[in-house]
């Protein structure tokens, strides 16, 4: 049983628009969880990680996560998309890397 | 930052050859390497995880005599896909890790093996 899911398979958002993708980790317990971004035509890039400590964790390019153990969620924000973030987004979660099934993101200018 | 090329990008051969995909740290030494799959619209799949000087760690219902992985130093794992069938196509993706503990994986540009 996949442990890790996305809720979205695609989002289609217009500019300026606020995302947020969801993701749910379903194996309590302690995990590393991490979200990754595929451009077109990239290979998978780190956005960011929660090891621990602070729940809130700020990632490049405006994005940030928030894990909330009573719902066993990490979901991943941005106040105002751009055009350039349109790519696939992977949630994942440690020990032994499990990704989750991917949400394309489509950033309409 | 920490970089991770994977050799070729795109191999086309017919059913029956065997094909070598080599993963290497660039500028960081991999400690653990693993191997992906992704199928198409599908997530990754971990194949095999690989640290240095031993044999590989792989996961449930990967063949280990169709997939060789050897990790011989700590910039280069390569990929052998034995014998290639058609169903052997996919998306075949390395990471690599550094150090230990809390570090992140560090992904190759993957590479699309296609067999006839």
């Known amino acids: 049983a996949q442990s890790v899911s996305q809720h979205n398979h695609h989002v289609i958002l217009s500019e300026a628009a606020s995302l947020e993708l969801g993701c749910n980790n379903s194996?309590?317990?302690?995990?590393?969880l991490f979200w990754y971004v595929q451009y077109p035509g990239q290979h998978l890039q780190l956005l960011l990680k929660y090891f621990s400590g602070d729940p809130l964790v700020k990632g490049i390019k405006g994005f940030e996560a928030e894990f909330i153990k009573s719902k066993f969620s990490f979901n991943l924000r941005k106040p105002s998309v751009q055009w350039s973030d349109t790519a696939e987004y992977f949630c994942a979660r440690e020990p032994k890397l499990t990704f989750g099934g991917g949400t394309r993101v489509l950033v309409k200018p | 930052g920490a970089v991770v090329s994977q050799h070729p990008s795109r191999v086309i051969c017919k059913s029956g050859t065997s094909v070598k995909i080599e993963c290497r740290s660039l500028d960081f030494q991999a400690t653990t390497m693993f191997w992906y799959r992704q199928f198409p619209k599908q997530s990754l799949m971990l194949m095999a995880t690989?640290?240095?000087?031993?044999?590989?760690?792989?996961e449930q219902g990967v063949e280990k005599d169709k997939f060789l992985i050897n990790h011989a130093s700590l910039t280069l794992s390569t990929l052998t896909v034995t014998s290639a069938h058609p169903e052997d196509s996919s998306f075949y993706i390395c990471?690599?890790?550094?150090?230990?503990?809390?570090?992140?994986?560090?992904f190759g540009d993957g590479t699309r093996l296609s067999i006839l």
């Open positions: 990471s690599a890790r550094g150090g230990w503990g809390n570090q992140p994986q560090h």
């Open positions: 194996h309590g317990g302690t995990v590393n």
């Open positions: 690989s640290n240095e000087g031993s044999k590989a760690t792989y």
